[in-house]
C-alpha cells in the first residue's frame, strides 16, 4: 500500500497488525516462508512507517512496534539453526522450539538449499535495524556452509542437503525449485550489506551457470558432480525469476532469450505450467512478471510493457473470481484451486504497478531500495550500518554494483 501511495489504508493496516497479530503461536512453521513472508513483511512495513514518521504527516504514533515484533520473531526462528552445521532446520514451532518435546517439528533432518541459503537480507537487515548481530551470523555461517559444500570441480550446488553432516541427499542442480532462491540472495546480499565476499561466491556460481545449466533459451537441471549430464529435459517455473536476476547482473542477452522462451510457453497455455504441462498447476507465481519489469527497467523496451498486458490480461480472464484471484488447478482446463497465496498481493500486484508506472508517480525512490524473493523493499542504506559485532569472517566493504535499473 505505500508503493500505491495509499497511506491512509497503510496507517490502518499497521494498527491491526499491532493490534491483533501474535507470535508465540504453538504452530509449526516453515523457517524458509515464514522468513521471506512474515518476517520480510514486518521489516519492510517497518521501514516504510519509519519513513513517513520521520517525514511527519503519518504515523507519528509509531514507535517501532513492528520492528519489536520482527526481533520477537527473529528469535523464535533462531532456536531452527541449533545444529552441528549451523544449517537450519525446515521447521520450528513458533512456540516450542525444535527440540522441545512439544514442539512437534518431526525434526527433518534434510532442507533444501534454497530453504537453507534465503535467510540473509531478512536477517541482516534485522540485525542491522535492531542492533542485535545473532541475527546476521547464523544466517551468513548457513550461507558459509552452502558454499563449502559446493562441487569443488563444477562449482554448483545440489537441491537438497543434511543438516547435520552437510551430506548432499540430492545433486541434481539448477536455478529452479528448491535453489533459486540461495543465487538470488548472493546476488541482493552484496548490493543490501556492500560485502565482497557475496559477490565473489554469486560471480563463480554464475560463470557455472552459464557454462552448465544456462542452454540459451533453456536453462537445465544436471548433476552437480558431472555437469555434462542432464537430470531433466524440462523446466520449472520457479526458473522465470532468473533472468531478473541476469538484468541485475547485467548479463542481458540471455535474460531476453529465456524470458523470451517463457513468454512463448504462456501464449501457448495461459500462464507457466507448475514444473511441466504433465503437472498443469499455476499458483499464480509472480517470477515472470517480475524478470518482465527487470527487462522493462533495463531496456526500456515498451514490448515488455505488452508482455505485461498479456500477464493481466491473461489473470483477469483466467484467473479472476468474485473475492479475488485463484489459482489456476490445470492450465489445460482453466479449473481453480480454492487459494491464493500471499506472494501473489506481495509481488505479482507490486511488480505489474511498478511496469506501467512512471517515476514520478511513485513517492520514494525505487532505486534506493531492493527487493527480497517476496518483494519486500529493504533499503540499500543499511550496508553503511553495522551490527554491534561481527562474526568471525571480516566484512569487507565495497562498491555497490552499477545496475542497469
Not at 126 to 136: C, I, N, T
Not at 230 to 240: N, P, Q, T, Y
Not at 278 to 294: C, D, I, V
Not at 391 to 396: F, G, M, Q
Amino acid at each position: 500500500v505505500k508503493v500505491l501511495n495509499k497511506l491512509e489504508e497503510f496507517e490502518a493496516a499497521v494498527r491491526r497488525t499491532v493490534r491483533d497479530v501474535r507470535l508465540d503461536n504453538d504452530v509449526v512453521v516453515s523457517v524458509f516462508e515464514t522468513n521471506i513472508r512474515v518476517l520480510g513483511g514486518l521489516l519492510g512495513a517497518h521501514v516504510m512507517a519509519d519513513m513517513l514518521r520521520q517525514q511527519g504527516e503519518w504515523m507519528q504514533w509509531y514507535t517501532d512496534e513492528l520492528l519489536h515484533m520482527a526481533k520477537e520473531l527473529g528469535h523464535r526462528l533462531l532456536p531452527a539453526f541449533n545444529t552441528t552445521s549451523g544449517l537450519p532446520y525446515p521447521r520450528v514451532n513458533l512456540r516450542y522450539g525444535v527440540l522441545n518435546p512439544l514442539s512437534r517439528t518431526g525434526t527433518e533432518s534434510d532442507t533444501c538449499t534454497a530453504c537453507a541459503g534465503t535467510m540473509i537480507l531478512e536477517f541482516a537487515a534485522l540485525s542491522r535495524l535492531s542492533g542485535e548481530s545473532v541475527f546476521e551470523e547464523h544466517a551468513r555461517k548457513a550461507l558459509d556452509v552452502l558454499w563449502e559444500k559446493r562441487q569443488r570441480g563444477s562449482d554448483l550446488v545440489g537441491t537438497v542437503i543434511n543438516i547435520h553432516n552437510g551430506d548432499w541427499v540430492r545433486r541434481d542442480s539448477g536455478v529452479g525449485a528448491g535453489i533459486d532462491s540461495y543465487y538470488e540472495y548472493l546476488m541482493k546480499a552484496y548490493i543490501l550489506l556492500g560485502d565482497n565476499v557475496y559477490l565473489e561466491r554469486f560471480n563463480t556460481h554464475y560463470s557455472a551457470i552459464m557454462k552448465y545449466i544456462s542452454q540459451p533459451p533453456l536453462l537445465l537441471n544436471v548433476h552437480m558432480h558431472n555437469p555434462t549430464v542432464s537430470v531433466r529435459s524440462w523446466m520449472d517455473s520457479l526458473l522465470a525469476f532468473f533472468p531478473g536476476l541476469q538484468v541485475l547482473r547485467g548479463d542481458l542477452k540471455p535474460a531476453i532469450e529465456t524470458h523470451e522462451m517463457l513468454y512463448q510457453v504462456t501464449k501457448q497455455h495461459k500462464f507457466l505450467p507448475e514444473f511441466r504441462v504433465h503437472w498443469g498447476q499455476h499458483p499464480l507465481r509472480p517470477e515472470f512478471a517480475e524478470s518482465t519489469y527487470y527487462l522493462y527497467k533495463a531496456t526500456g523496451d515498451p514490448y515488455y510493457l505488452r508482455v505485461g498486458q498479456s500477464i493481466v490480461e491473461k489473470l483477469n480472464a483466467h484467473a479472476r473470481v468474485p473475492c479475488g484471484f485463484a489459482a489456476v488447478q490445470d492450465v489445460r482446463t482453466g479449473t481453480h484451486e480454492d487459494r491464493m497465496d500471499s506472494f501473489f498481493l506481495a509481488e505479482m500486484f507490486k511488480y505489474l504497478y511498478l511496469l506501467f508506472s512512471e517515476r514520478n508517480q511513485l513517492h520514494f525512490d525505487i532505486d534506493d531500495y531492493i527487493f527480497t524473493t517476496e518483494a519486500h523493499l529493504l533499503p540499500v542504506s543499511l550496508s553503511t550500518s553495522q551490527p554491534r559485532c561481527q562474526s568471525n569472517d571480516t566484512v569487507r566493504l565495497g562498491p555497490l554494483p552499477t545496475l542497469m535499473l
